[in-house]
Every structure is written in C-alpha cells, then in structure tokens.
C-alpha cells in the first residue's frame, strides 16, 4: 500500500510539474508573438511616416528634380490682358508707373532676416546649371537661334523671355521662382541720387556729404566705354573721374587707381574729397563689403549702416553682354595683331597667365578678359577657379581650353555670383541699352534723358550712344564667327555665364514691363 501510495504521489507531482511547463512554454510563446507584432506594428508605422516626410521634403524643393526635357512639364502661359494694358511706348504709360511707384513702400521688408526669395533664385538656377550640356543646350532653344531667324527662339523658355521681349507680363510672374526681390533700398537710393545730382547742377547743394555713388562695375567688352560717356553727357563731366570713370588713387601715378581692390574706408575719402558721383571697375572681381555701404547682404538681410560712415550708399549698375559674343569682342580687340592670331590660342595664352594676376596689381590683370564664365567670376569675388586641360581630339583641332566641370569647384562661386547679382540696383542688357528699354531704365534709376555722346575718349555713334575705346565698332557676332561645333562647344564651356546672361535680361524686362514686380 505504501509503495502504490508513493507511486501515485509521484505521478501527481510529473503530471503538476508537467502542467506548469506547458503553461510556461505557451506564455513565451504568446509574449514572443506580441513582441513580433509590436515590432512589425512599428516597422509599418516608420515607413508611413519617411514616405509623407520625403514626398513633403521633394514638394518643398521640387525644382532638385526638376526635367526641363520632359514635355509634360511644359506650361502654356495664357495673356488675358489687352492691348490696353501693354501701351508700345513708354511715354504713355510714364505717368502711371510713377504714380505706383510712389504708392508703394521703399522699405520691402523691415527685419534683418535672410530673404528666403533669393534661395529660391539660388535652387532655380542651380537646377539648370546641373543640366547636361545637350539637354541646357535644347532647353533655351540654341539650335533655332542660328541667325536664320528674326524672333529668337528661347526652346523651353524657363525665364518666359519669349513674353518678356514683347512687352508682356506672363501670368504668375510674381511668384515666379526665379524673380529675385528688388534691393530693399533700391528706390530710396535712386530718389536721393537724383536729388543730389539736381543740388549740384543748379549749386544748391554745398557738398558731396549725404551722397549716393553709382558704382559702375565693368566688364571688358560689355558696353562699359559707351555707360561711361553717357555718365558724362548725363552727369557733366566735373562729378565723373577723367580716365574712362576709374578713380585715380592717392599718391599714385597709374590713372587707373583700381578701385575694386580699395577697402570701403579709401572709398568713403575719395567721395568725400573729389565729389565724384560716379565710379569704374573694370579689371577686378567685384568686392562684396561694398555692399555693406548701402546696408545690404548676400543673403538679403537689411544691414544697419554705420552711423559714423552713411555716406556715400552706393547705386549698383552693370551691363552684360551675350558671353560668346564678349568673348569674341576681346579677341578682336585685344588680340588684333598677336601672333598666332587663333582665337583658341589667344584663350589658352591668357588663361595661362592667370596664375600671375593678383587683386589690384597690375601684373597679368587683363588675363582675366578670356576667362570661361568671366561673370560668374567677376561675381563671386572672384573665387571661380580656372584649370586648364590638355586639348585632345576635337578639341585639339580649335585648341579651345577643356572648361572645368567638377560641381565641387563650381557651385559656390555660381551662387555667390547670384546673390551678388540679385543685390544691383541695374544690371543693362549691352544689346538694348542704348534704346528705348534702356534708356527708360536709366531714366527711372539715375534720371538720365541724354542718349548722345558728348566730345571725348571713344570712337563710335555717338548719337546712338555706342562707342568705343579705340579703332572702330566690329562685328562680334560669335554666332557667324565661329562654326557651329566650335560655337556649341564654347557655349557649352560657358554654360554659368550663358544662364545668368538670360535670367538678368528677363529680370530687366519684368522690372521695366510689369508693374506689380
């Protein structure tokens, strides 16, 4: 009996222990189901939410992806407007355009934060400087714009020049991603310049104290002889310096002072010593801190001005030119004679002498005239390097200098340049300066009516107002010049400056044309 109760104790006891066991193993089982659960649950969830995160993010930049080649991104810009609203003559519509300017506020915006407009005008650009070379190449339309036609073609037209050209507003232009705001101060500093200019002229005004200056930045063979004669039939030639518009430095002997190298304390004494109201410069890149004396920054802020240094605020105005046709225009002028006489050897021989040039000296300093995206350069306080490659294959045939291509290299000079030129208060198309457009831009900004050329330097129409160094007016037409594979392949090399060309000539004509830019 005994032994029967041991036995049945001890199957009890298995048959319990047994019944824990099973019970342990499925409660592991059943937290280890959930943990899967759970984790899955969470995986699901992660991916939810990176898929609305990346899609809001390429919303957000949209033009990073941007396929200017893609016909389905094509846009048909629709005019509403009528004739009425478009008058052919600037005359007729003087009166009004006026009367919206003073009904508008000088001070865009108060805050000294970025303009987030600009990086806007940065992304734009940016996107179409990443294009290909063909596929750059198609979108503006360069195989129609061979000289068979009268109207320029400009393919997908991402600036709508072909509206633009016309005198037309395209719908949408306000928001449009690659319209940069105006300086903020810009019609506040125009209004004071003109003032001041009819203080001096009439001798009411005492002195240069509370001056504005335009601060002519000149690039070679862009037009910059024929500005500076019209400063001095505009000006008198008492407030403009002798020597082409370029100061004359203190204690120096050169005529030429190279003001683009001078710090903003040497160019506060000259102003405050010659009176000039006007000033040039032509052979170095453009120095940034100037801006600082008008109260602005790269990136749009409103900068305090120095209470101790208000004057002079400078007034921003240049003139581009089409880059191969400048190109060209520099060759011919410069090189006329030199031998060998091949454009492709002129570039290579002063790209090799950049390596000799320094910022106000005179050593190499014109070497910079044949640089690839000379305006990119110029712009970016001139940190756009220059690498020259070894021609081979076709391009040993022209000995065109191989561009440099490498993104690394390129990028933040091109958006320096951008900003650079987003803070001008004019920046002139060369081919139209001299007519009606033109003329119509000075005479708002600078309140300049005079079209002819007064006696002096230069050789030219001077009725027209095209004028130059020396020699005579050539044909620079690199178009004609050149043959259709060498003038694709300098276009493609020059492909910063080409875009840049376009987008300050459709920032000039929405400025001039459309009044709620």
């Not at 500093?189 to 001096?200: D, I, P, R």
């Not at 005179?362 to 070497?367: D, L, M, P, Q, V």
């Not at 910079?368 to 000379?374: G, L």
Request: net charge neutral; aromatic share 10%; with cysteine.
């Amino acid at each position: 009996i005994n032994t029967n109760n041991r036995i049945n104790r001890r199957r009890r006891h298995n048959r319990q222990q047994q019944r824990r066991s099973s019970f342990l193993s499925s409660f592991v089982l059943e937290r280890h189901y959930f943990a899967i659960q759970i984790t899955l649950l969470l995986v699901i969830i992660f991916c939810v939410l990176a898929w609305f995160w990346i899609h809001i993010a390429s919303g957000l930049n949209r033009g990073d992806s941007l396929d200017w080649s893609d016909p389905s991104l094509s846009v048909e810009i629709v005019d509403t407007d009528t004739d009425e609203d478009h008058p052919s003559t600037f005359a007729t519509k003087a009166a009004g355009l006026e009367k919206d300017i003073a009904s508008r506020s000088i001070i865009h915006h108060e805050s000294n934060q970025p303009d987030l407009r600009i990086d806007s005008v940065v992304a734009f650009l940016m996107n179409l400087a990443k294009l290909p070379p063909q596929q750059l190449w198609e979108t503006f339309g360069m195989d129609k714009n061979d000289g068979s036609n009268d109207v320029k073609s400009y393919g997908k037209d991402p600036f709508s020049l072909q509206e633009l050209e016309q005198g037309k507003c395209p719908s949408g232009l306000s928001t449009a991603e690659w319209l940069p705001p105006r300086p903020w101060n810009s019609e506040e500093l125009s209004t004071m310049f003109q003032s001041g200019v009819e203080k001096l002229k009439t001798g009411r005004g005492a002195g240069n104290e509370e001056s504005v200056l335009i601060w002519y930045e000149h690039i070679s063979k862009a037009g910059g002889t024929t500005f500076c004669g019209l400063a001095k039939t505009n000006l008198g030639r008492r407030l403009v310096p002798r020597y082409f518009c370029m100061p004359k430095r203190v204690g120096s002997t050169d005529l030429d002072g190279r003001v683009g190298s001078w710090t903003n304390e040497e160019l506060i004494g000259y102003t405050k010593r010659e009176g000039h109201l006007l000033v040039a410069n032509e052979w170095d890149p453009f120095n940034h801190d100037k801006l600082q004396l008008s109260g602005r920054t790269l990136d749009g802020k409103k900068l305090p001005l120095d209470p101790q240094h208000t004057s002079p605020q400078l007034l921003f105005v240049t003139t581009l030119r089409d880059p191969l046709d400048r190109l060209l225009s520099a060759y011919l002028f410069f090189g006329a004679g030199e031998s060998p006489s091949h454009f492709g050897v002129w570039i290579r021989r002063n790209i090799g002498r950049i390596r000799r040039y320094k910022i106000g000296q005179k050593g190499a300093f014109r070497s910079n005239i044949a640089r690839y995206n000379v305006i990119v350069w110029r712009y970016s306080g001139g940190n756009l390097e220059h690498r020259v490659s070894k021609p081979s294959g076709q391009q040993h045939e022209t000995l065109f200098p191989l561009p440099m291509t490498d993104e690394n290299l390129w990028k933040d000079p091109f958006e320096a340049a951008i900003r650079a030129l987003s803070q001008q208060d004019l920046i002139l198309p060369m081919d139209i300066m001299s007519k009606e457009e033109g003329v119509e831009a000075m005479r708002r900004l600078l309140g300049w009516n005079n079209v002819a050329i007064q006696k002096g330097k230069g050789k030219g129409d001077r009725e027209s107002g095209h004028i130059v160094t020396t020699g005579k007016i050539r044909n620079s037409n690199a178009r004609e010049y050149l043959s259709d594979e060498e003038y694709q392949f300098l276009w493609s090399a020059n492909w910063l400056d080409n875009i840049l060309v376009l987008w300050c000539r459709a920032v000039f004509l929405a400025r001039l044309h459309c009044n709620d830019v």
